[in-house]
């Protein structure tokens, strides 16, 4: 069983559209993250959610929207998508008191916006 | 705040050849660091991690960093490597207690030529 996945692997869509990116970890961390991957791969953190509260909101546009319906699950909704949104986005989980341990990442959603 | 600075963007390097890659990190309090790998089109995974203790470190594929607390750096050795090496590698930090929040350096493209 994959430890983190994400959904759908690859996202090609037109400007304006509106996109979802669904995440789930059966590793039984309490907390997720987004985060985004540009294309000098620099990585820069987005939301995080410990047990379905948010934690940790970055300056990110309103455009994006994290939702955890449970402390398994993260989506990452899109709305109006623009071309600078085409990125990779990382999904990852951890414990959130135990800055010991890294996280574990999901494989990435590439979006590209046409 | 804390940050973190990886001082090649690219190495490129002989197989079999060894191979460091330099990060260096600031933090006002004590920090754990990490070492990540991205190969080609897939997600991060965890090479190696320095917590406390010995400064030096083993991790997975033959891979070995150094913690050095007066220079503030951790760099990532290899004595030998291989085609397969060749990936993005991470630096990362977290700050011991508080919400676990990974900080990534702008990464390290290892190219590896026969």
């Known amino acids: 069983d994959t430890a983190v996945s994400q959904t759908p692997k690859y996202l090609v869509t037109q400007m304006g559209n509106d996109k979802s990116i669904k995440c789930e970890q059966n590793l039984g961390h309490d907390t997720m993250y987004w985060y985004k991957q540009d294309s000098k791969k620099f990585l820069k953190i987005m939301f995080s959610?410990?047990?379905?509260?948010?934690?940790i909101n970055e300056t990110v546009p309103n455009r994006f929207s994290p939702k955890s319906p449970d402390k398994a699950h993260l989506n990452l909704h899109i709305n109006s998508l623009e071309l600078g949104d085409s990125a990779v986005y990382f999904c990852?989980?951890?414990?959130?008191?135990?800055?010991?341990?890294?996280?574990?990442f999901g494989s990435g959603t590439r979006l590209t916006v046409v | 705040a804390q940050s973190v600075t990886q001082l090649d963007s690219q190495v490129p390097v002989f197989e079999e050849a060894p191979v460091e890659l330099r990060c260096n990190y600031s933090s006002s309090v004590s920090v754990y660091l990490f070492w990540y790998v991205q190969y080609p089109n897939q997600g991060l995974q965890l090479l190696l991690k320095y917590l406390s203790g010995s400064t030096l470190v083993k991790g997975i594929n033959g891979f070995e960093a150094e913690f050095n607390k007066s220079q503030t750096s951790f760099h990532l050795r290899k004595p030998s490597v291989h085609i397969s090496d060749t990936a993005e590698y991470f630096c990362?930090?977290?700050?011991?207690?508080?919400?676990?929040?990974?900080?990534f350096g702008a990464g390290t493209r290892l190219a590896v030529h026969p």
């Open positions: 990362a930090v977290s700050v011991s207690g508080g919400y676990n929040k990974l900080i």
């Open positions: 990852a989980s951890s414990q959130v008191r135990d800055s010991r341990a890294g996280y574990t």
């Open positions: 959610y410990n047990n379905k509260e948010l934690i």
